[in-house]
Each structure stands twice: as C-alpha cells, then as structure tokens.
C-alpha cells in the first residue's frame, strides 16, 4: 500500500514539471530588459542628512582640536617670553604680549605708565646683554624699543598730568633721570653702533626730564602749557607766570581779583595793590620762573623747585636733536 502511495506522489511531481505556469520567453525578455535600463534607486534623505551631519561633526572636532593645540601653544609661548631678550626667537612674542597688553587698558594714565614699565624693562634687558657680551644688533634693537616706550610713555603722561593730574610730572622726571643714569652707567659696556645709539637715547631721556620740570615748575600759574604739542606732548607756555590770588580788603559776596601786572616805571595808584615783583632767574636754563611773592601771601621757597643737574660718566657727543636744550650736565 505504501508503495503506491508513493508511486502516486511520483506520478504528480512529474505532471507538476510538465506544466509551464511561468512567463513565456517575450515576458520574460521584456522584464529583463525593464530591470537593467531601470534608475538606480534614490537614496533615503535621512541617511543622507545624518551622513552630511556626521561629516560636518568630524570637521568641527578636528577644528577644535586644531583650536586648542594652538591656544596650547600659544599659552606656553607667552610664558616661555617672559625672560625673552633682545634677539632671542621668543622676543617678538613679548613685544606682542606687551601690545596686547595696552590694547587692554582703557585708563589714560595706566596705559602712559605701562609705556614707562616697558621701557624701563629694556634698560634692564641691556644691562643682562652687555653682562652676555651680546652683538650690536640686539643692544639696537633694545635702544630702539626703548625709545619708541619712553616717547609714547611722556607723550601720554605729560597730556594726562596737565588736563588732569600735574602731580604726576615730578614722578615722569624722577623715572627719566632713574634711566639716564643707568643707561649712562652702562654706557661703556655698549657696542660702539649701539654706545652712538645710547648716547641720542640718554639725550631723549634728559630731554623728558627737561619737559616734565619745566610743566611742573607752571603748575600754580594760569596757562600751563602754551597749546601746542611735540613728540613729548604739550609744550610749557612761554609768558610770565600769574596767578589769581583772593582780595585782602574784607568784603562778602565778592570773587577774587586777578592780580594785573603794572608795567615798569608806571606810578602804583595810591590804595591799590603793589604790583608783583618781577621773576628772579630760573634755577634751570630754560624753564619758567616761579609765581612772584607779593606782601601779606605766602609763596613757596625757591628752592621747592630746584633746578636738573645729571651727573654725566662720559661727555657726550655734539647731537643735533629737535629736543629742548636746558640740562645742566656736569
């Protein structure tokens, strides 16, 4: 029984095998054709975005690395600079630091001093340069910066003291004469393109010296300053010094009068002031005399003011400079 059931099955396979219920060949042929001229299928969006968003991610990160390996580098540089000299690589980072630095202070008189701070830095650096025995090129360099420093730094200073603050005048000379005389100590120590060089330096720094005595001695008078400028700020007026001193004669509700100057060899009208005494010499060629004394007000000594004398290692050379003669060197 078995074996016909199976020989049944047989029969069936066989008639199945012989039945054709796929495509004939033109349906075939013509499928075929449509599958192989078909447009390749179109690329989901989302897989699309999500690829363009992973690209643009790498791109980020690996800017952002670059970011901070450059901040790194930076950081320690500006570090490493700080005892940078004069001809070292890391020099021109320190000068770039110190920039910065200004462009960061809003403050008229913080940012004259900071000039003065820098300036000062490189009297210093030249005095490790002429212990290091340092070529010519690097003592120039130096010179040069300190010029530029010390001229921005009185320019800055000397318009700050005499719009605001005139008490910062004897603290700009005291840190000129401080520098002249190290510089002039250092002086023989010096290349010789760069001792020439010291020597219009040390004539720069006499000459901010000179400046600042010369608007600190017009500190109690009218004008101060003669309204114009140079390299080094405002000039110091030319014109008699005068001042506004209160009436003696008891009254109320009454300002003070201006003590008007009496010309020579004029009669002083019977009841009226005396005229003030004309000025005595300057103690400093060159700088204006102090407000004349007058009877019954007091007027500070003359020697509150005394004159500028520096002490000089060497002569200096004849230098013919745009700058205010005056300073006694002895």
Same mark, same amino acid.
Do not use: N
């Given at each position: 029984?078995?074996? @016909?059931?199976? /020989?049944?099955?047989? &029969?069936?396979?066989? =008639?199945l095998?012989?039945?054709?219920v %796929?495509?004939?060949?033109? $349906?075939?042929?013509?499928?075929?054709?449509?599958?192989?001229?078909?447009?390749?299928?179109?690329?989901?969006?989302v897989?699309a975005?999500?690829?363009?968003?992973?690209?643009?991610?790498?791109?980020?990160?690996?800017?952002a690395?670059?970011?901070c390996?450059?901040?790194?580098l930076?950081g320690?540089?500006?570090?490493?600079?700080?005892?940078?000299?004069?001809?070292?690589?890391?020099?021109?980072?320190?000068?770039?630091?110190?920039?910065?630095?200004?462009?960061?202070?809003f403050?008229?008189?913080s940012?004259?001093?900071?000039?003065l701070?820098?300036?000062?830095?490189r009297?210093?650096?030249?005095?490790?340069?002429?212990?290091?025995?340092s @070529?010519?090129? /690097?003592?120039?360099? &130096?010179?040069?910066? =300190?010029?530029?420093?010390?001229?921005? %730094?009185?320019?800055?200073? $000397?318009?700050?003291?005499?719009?605001s603050?005139?008490?910062?005048?004897?603290?700009?000379?005291?840190?000129?004469?401080?520098?002249y005389?190290?510089?002039?100590t250092?002086?023989?120590?010096?290349?010789?393109?760069?001792?020439?060089h010291?020597?219009?330096?040390?004539?720069?720094l006499?000459?901010?010296a000179?400046?600042?005595?010369?608007?600190a001695?017009?500190?109690?008078?009218?004008?101060v300053?003669?309204g114009?400028s140079d390299?080094?700020?405002?000039?110091p007026?030319k014109d008699?010094?005068?001042?506004?001193?209160p009436?003696?004669?008891?009254?109320?509700?009454?300002?003070?009068?201006?003590?008007?100057?009496?010309?020579p060899?004029?009669?002083?009208?019977?009841?009226? &002031?005396?005229?003030?005494?004309?000025?005595?010499q300057?103690?400093?060629?060159?700088?204006?005399?102090?407000?004349?004394?007058?009877?019954?007000v007091?007027?500070p000594?003359?020697?509150?003011?005394?004159?500028?004398?520096?002490?000089l290692?060497?002569?200096?050379?004849?230098?013919?400079?745009p700058?205010?003669?005056g300073?006694?060197?002895?």
């Open positions: 029984m078995g074996g @016909d059931d199976f /020989a049944e099955d047989l &029969a069936i396979v066989e =008639l095998r012989r039945v054709d %796929g495509p004939d060949a033109e $349906t075939r042929e013509r499928m075929k054709r449509r599958v192989l001229t078909a447009p390749p299928p179109e690329k989901p969006l897989l975005s999500v690829r363009r968003v992973g690209a643009r991610a790498r791109v980020a990160v690996a800017a690395a670059v970011l390996l450059l901040m790194s930076g320690m540089s500006v570090l490493l600079s700080r005892d940078a000299l004069p001809g070292d690589p890391l020099y021109g980072v320190k000068r770039t630091t110190e920039s910065a630095s200004l462009g960061l202070t403050d008229d008189e940012r004259a001093l900071k000039h701070e820098f300036a000062a830095s009297v210093t650096e030249m005095e490790t340069l002429a212990d290091r025995a @070529d010519s090129s /690097a003592q120039l360099t &130096a010179l040069a910066d =300190l010029d530029a420093d010390a001229v921005e %730094g009185a320019r800055q200073l $000397t318009t700050f003291a005499t719009a603050d005139e008490t910062a005048l004897p603290a700009l000379r005291d840190w000129a004469l401080d520098q005389e190290k510089l002039g250092l002086r023989p120590r010096l290349a010789e393109d760069a001792g020439k010291a020597d219009t330096t040390m004539w720069l006499a000459s901010i000179q400046r600042a005595h010369d608007l001695a017009r500190a109690g008078c009218d004008a300053t003669s114009s390299t080094l700020g405002p000039l007026a008699r010094c005068a001042s506004v001193v009436d003696p004669t008891p009254s109320t509700g009454r300002e003070p009068t201006p003590v008007q100057p009496v010309p060899g004029l009669p002083v009208p019977p009841g009226s &002031a005396a005229p003030p005494v004309q000025p005595t300057s103690a400093v060629p060159g700088t204006s005399a102090p407000p004349a004394s007058r009877p019954g007091s007027t000594p003359a020697s509150g003011k005394p004159g500028i004398t520096i002490p290692p060497l002569p200096l050379p004849s230098i013919s400079l700058l205010l003669p300073i006694s060197f002895g």
